[in-house]
């Protein structure tokens, strides 16, 4: 039973575009959602978090806006640049993000940006 | 660079065989977690350990096993490996207070 679904699974955008990738869980425990960013042959990296008691935070050219109500969330990439043609992955836990159940992972969405 | 580091990058064992792959945590974290991913596929949480005990499983049989050291190093143990053991292997760090998890570059398992 997955438990955070990932939509789009794949996205192409031109540059400077705003690539929007969103997320659904069903978990109600959840309360940490975390961003990744994956290259081919590289583990994932950590991009941006988020908790449930704030509805939206920026890092950088990152952006995650939160519904808690809707159980849902999403990534936005401003000013999106070939550069950040990756495999992205949204990801939930509980306790904070300390859980021992440690994270689950949407499924991703390989993300194309065209120069 | 994220400070966790895997051994070795890439290995291929035959099915019936038993690996062992290594995991160096990033400085200050007192949690090492493995995850499996397979190919197209998002990392799936195999085992967590914390103060050298295992303190949370994902849905993996027993024959996947681990160790964390007093240094907060770890291996991931596998026997009896099947061809569905192929994967890429990742180890992430995190302090238990802070949230914030870190992944290694993983290990690419291919079972033959």
């Known amino acids: 039973q997955q438990q955070v679904k990932q939509s789009p699974q794949s996205l192409i955008v031109q540059k400077g575009g705003i690539p929007i990738i969103n997320c659904a869980y069903e978990?109600?425990?959840?309360?940490?959602f975390p961003w990744y960013q994956q290259f081919p042959g590289k583990g994932p990296a950590l991009l941006i978090a988020?908790?449930?008691?704030?509805s939206e935070k920026k890092e950088g050219r990152f952006t995650i806006s939160f519904n808690k109500s809707a159980k849902q969330f999403s990534l936005h990439i401003m000013d999106s640049q070939p550069g950040d043609s990756a495999t992205y992955f949204c990801a939930a836990s509980m306790n904070s993000g300390g859980g021992a159940d440690g994270l689950t992972f949407g499924k991703g969405t390989h993300l194309i940006i065209q120069p | 660079e994220t400070g966790v580091t895997q051994s070795p990058t890439h290995l291929i064992k035959t099915r019936g065989q038993q690996v062992t792959l290594r995991c160096s945590s990033q400085s200050g974290h007192n949690t090492v977690s493995w995850y499996q991913q397979a190919l197209g596929q998002g990392p799936q949480f195999i085992f967590q350990y914390y103060r050298e005990e295992e303190n949370g499983r994902g849905n993996f049989p027993p024959r996947f096993s681990g160790l964390q050291f007093p240094n907060y190093s770890s291996e991931l143990n596998v026997n009896a490996l099947e061809l569905d053991d192929s994967a890429l292997y990742l180890c992430a760090s995190s302090h238990r207070d802070r949230g914030r998890t870190f992944f290694g570059q993983g290990t690419r398992l291919t079972v033959v």
């Open positions: 978990n109600t425990a959840f309360d940490y």
């Open positions: 988020i908790r449930p008691d704030v």
